[in-house]
T-cell receptor, first 116, second 116 residues
């Protein structure tokens, strides 16, 4: 099946710094990628839809200036958590689809962010 | 409005005994239905999917699920649990006329514990 890779898998940073998480589709082109946030022992919450070559679409309540999303190519989307604070600590997961007509999403391994 | 209800937050079984993880959905249209598994600090892996073909769907690792429209259910089963099945399981719904993959609806998750 299609493979989605996230990097880094774990990151620890100081409060006030910015952190970038990468999401790559390794063996397919992904016009659209999705970013989710998962709190401990909870389900996934969609943060934003990342479209190649255009601005991301954010879900209600998600600060676009806090969570910057860039989808510069068909195989790479990045999520940058700016001026991170401890409440931003979470597990972030990306997903991608192989294209129109496909109902299946492939998920990355996730990135655990800890802000001290 | 569409919704997904996973009826059990925790399920505990003995190794070698059957597994039943329950999922009910609410959708105005015929949906696509998925079961994903998540191991600790990992992304989501697709177990199986229903997309309006056969109502009994067979997935990986011996799992299967049956779509029952009359009961609006999509329960996940496995005849014999293995220790490696211990994980979090998510039932996911995508209404066919949702207009986009970002309309995936995640259940709250069921944590499966398997005891020797």
């Amino acid at each position: 099946g299609a493979v989605v890779s996230q990097h880094p898998s774990r990151v620890i940073c100081k409060s006030g710094t910015s952190v970038k998480i990468e999401c790559r589709s390794l063996d397919f082109q992904a016009t659209t990628m999705f970013w989710y946030r998962q709190f401990p022992k909870q389900s996934l919450m969609l943060m934003a839809t990342s479209n190649e070559g255009s601005k991301a679409t954010y879900e209600q309540g998600v600060e676009k200036d806090k969570f910057l999303i860039n989808h510069a190519s068909l195989t790479l989307s990045t999520l940058t958590v700016t001026s991170a604070h401890p409440e931003d600590s979470s597990f972030y997961i990306c997903s991608a689809s192989t294209g129109s007509g496909s109902v299946e999403l492939f998920f990355g391994e996730g990135s655990r962010l800890t802000v001290l | 409005a569409q919704s997904v209800t996973q009826l059990d937050s925790h399920v505990s079984v003995s190794e070698g005994t059957p597994v039943l993880l329950r999922c009910n959905y609410s959708s105005s249209y015929s949906p696509s239905l998925f079961w994903y598994v998540q191991h600790p600090n990992k992304g989501l892996q697709l177990l199986l999917k229903y997309t309006s073909a056969a109502t009994l769907v067979k997935g990986i690792n011996g799992f299967e699920a049956e779509f029952k429209k009359s009961e609006t259910s999509f329960h996940l089963t496995k005849p014999s649990a293995h220790m490696s099945d211990a994980a979090e399981y998510f039932c996911v719904v995508r209404p066919l006329f949702s207009g986009g993959y970002n309309k995936l609806i995640f259940g709250a998750g069921t944590r499966l514990a398997v005891h020797p």
